[in-house]
């Protein structure tokens, strides 16, 4: 399977931007792994190419709303089903079955603008007649516990779908009625800044922002492995007492930009994958 954004030389970001949510993902030279870049927010040469968003809106009905941790695993995985579908892929090299040249998935353009310059994700909310119209534009349908959560192939900043652009981007709140689990053994987690108060909608992009980081690490084996388990993975609130030695072992971690909600260069999200940690030597 081709590889979708997987950025050349590295997979480590320090420069991710934030819109309601967004990520920012190293088109050129990353910065080092267990590193980050200079300044999140600094001008640089991705900033120049034209900017492009990922869509994802989560439903959310007045009377039966989706726990905030199974909105937020719901959006990570949603990430993950939009850069493995095939729509999303390059063509692999040579012919196809029929003899004719490979073609690019209908998505896989879109998806390398959209990863060649800031890699944006925006988190919006609908219901009722607004839901069902955004689920009838093309992209991929995702269901947690409870949780239902779409997401789209990347748009121009400035060339949102009419079905999407009005849709409510603030606000988007949710609450656990209980405590989540313990992640199960061998469960790829994403850790959420202890010392951060986020929105549901700030932390479900910041979530997809640690499974995409996740994504680019991870070889095609371990992608392939993933896949096929359905992408399971946990999102929780690390332990305050781990929390500098999860950002400083050289696992995936996503720094904001501060435009909203939290100051720039914060740490929101590692991506603790299994098949990562054998890189890791102090965790």
Known sequence: MAAAGRPPGGWQTGGVTSSDTSTGAPAAAPAAAGGTATD????EPRDEAPQFVLPLVVRIEKADPPARTDALETAARAVLMLLSDERSLP????????GAEAADGEWAQAVRDWQDARIRKVVRRARGAEWRKASALPGIAVTGDRAEVRVFPPVPLDGWPKELVKLQV???DLDDPEPPAAPGAGVPVLWLNPELEMSAGKAMAQAGHGAHLAWWALDDGARAAWRKDGFALAVRTADPARWA???TGGLPVVRDA???EIAPGSCTVVA???ALRGRVSNL
């Open 170 to 172: 603030s606000g988007t």
């Open 91 to 98: 063509a692999e090299a040579g012919e196809s079955a029929e």
């Open 40 to 43: 999140p927010a600094a001008a």
């Open 258 to 260: 501060g435009f909203t």
């Open 272 to 274: 603790d994958h299994p």
């Open 245 to 247: 030695e999860l950002t």
